[in-house]
T-cell receptor
Framework: DVKVTQSSRYLVKRTGEKVFLECVQD?????MFWYRQDPGLGLRLIYF???????EKGDIPEGYSVSREKKERFSLILESASTNQTSMYLC??????????????FGSGTRLTVV | AQSVTQLDSHVSVSEGTPVLLRCNYS??????LFWYVQHPNKGLQLLLK??????LVKGINGFEAEFKKSETSFHLTKPSAHMSDAAEYFC????????????FGAGTRLFVKA
């Protein structure tokens, strides 16, 4: 069964800490995405990557960075965590080609609380 | 430009009765449309997708959706609700010509009463 695996289900961090959220996919997908999900705001795209070492800003990149050193791994980095980054973070991957032929595969999510 | 509107933020049905979750979209080109389901504290799971083939699309767990271009709708239905269907459902639109601009609807929370 194909999978997107997020390393942590629940995480509690202190304000100002550097936080790493890891995501690994085993489908050899070129495209990977990081979303955050908040009540009333739906899913918002933070960053995505369409190839190794390539990255593009999404709709809300401020306060975040990403790293894609290997095709299967896409990391989200909170340089200095703040309380307004408390959220559910979802990683997704998608194959290449016509978007219509591929849905996203999502990880189970990481619920991050910054105190 | 693309947009997607889920017409109901909450839907409540009794077990064994039909489910209808409504989704309207707008797109300046031929879109691909998806429905995802999210159970509490879980990621999103693909239910079904429309990619310009048959307009009636069957998905997992007995769900189906019909693409109606004239009405710009892609409503999700199921003949008989089960308690395990209680979850949040997202309608999603993507450009069929490639690119990364995927739009997620705000979600519809489905409640199923015993």
């Amino acid at each position: 069964d194909v999978k997107v695996t997020q390393s942590s289900r629940y995480l509690v961090k202190r304000t100002g800490e550097k936080v790493f959220l890891e995501c690994v996919q085993d489908m050899d997908h070129e495209n990977m995405f990081w979303y955050r999900q908040d009540p009333g705001l739906g899913l918002r795209l933070i960053y995505f990557s369409y190839d190794v070492k390539m990255k593009e800003k999404g709709d809300i990149p401020e306060g975040y960075s990403v790293s894609r050193e290997k095709k299967e791994r896409f990391s989200l980095i909170l340089e200095s965590a703040s309380t307004n980054q408390t959220s559910m973070y979802l990683c997704a991957s998608r194959g290449q080609g016509m978007v219509g032929n591929y849905g996203y595969t999502f990880g189970s999510g990481t619920r991050l609380t910054v105190v | 430009a693309q947009s997607v509107t889920q017409l109901d933020s909450h839907v409540s049905v009794s077990e064994g009765t039909p489910v209808l979750l409504r989704c309207n979209y707008s797109s300046s080109y031929s879109p691909s449309l998806f429905w995802y389901v999210q159970h509490p504290n879980k990621g999103l799971q693909l239910l079904l997708k429309y990619t310009s083939a048959a307009t009636l699309v069957k998905g997992i767990n007995g769900f189906e959706a019909e693409f109606k271009k004239s009405e710009t709708s892609f409503h999700l239905t199921k003949p008989s609700a089960h308690m395990s269907d209680a979850a949040e459902y997202f309608c999603v639109v993507s450009p069929n010509t490639g690119g990364f601009k995927t739009i997620f609807g705000a979600g519809t929370r489905l409640f199923v009463k015993a």
